[in-house]
Nanobody, 119 residues
Framework: VQLVESGGGLVQAGGSLRLSCAAS????????MGWYHRAPGKKREWVAR???????YYADSVKGRFILARDNANGTVNLLMNHVKPEDIGVYYC??????????????WGQGTQVTVSS
């Protein structure tokens, strides 16, 4: 499974940006897919995930601002970042989890995409 992120770049605080994650496999084969965020000098933190039934879950820090949706036709998971804040700056990583067996889950990661916020 390969995950390729795109859409990062420079965004003004208060603005919007859309990140996309293209997966080589069928999206419905994954238990869930989502995003992590690593701010400068900090550890990677979970942002959002979307389950196989299309239910989305969000970290408190982005709830109400970010929207995660799956586009099965195009094989992408898209994170729409609204009302971007300076603390949203950093690298965003896409991930996907699949059930390799009854007792094992494989997690795949993208290479990351940089988001820079200007004030």
């Amino acid at each position: 499974v390969q995950l390729v992120e795109s859409g990062g770049g420079l965004v003004q605080a208060g603005g919007s940006l859309r990140l996309s994650c293209a997966a080589s496999g069928r999206l419905v084969d994954f238990i869930d897919m989502g995003w992590y965020h690593r701010a400068p000098g900090k550890k990677r933190e979970w942002v959002a995930r979307i389950a196989r039934d299309d239910t989305s879950y969000y970290a408190d820090s982005v709830k109400g601002r970010f929207i995660l949706a799956r586009d099965n036709a195009n094989g992408t998971v898209n994170l729409l970042m609204n009302h971007v804040k300076p603390e949203d700056i950093g690298v965003y990583y896409c991930y996907a989890r699949e059930a390799a067996s009854e007792h094992r889950i494989n997690t795949f990661w993208g290479q990351g995409t940089q988001v820079t916020v200007s004030s």
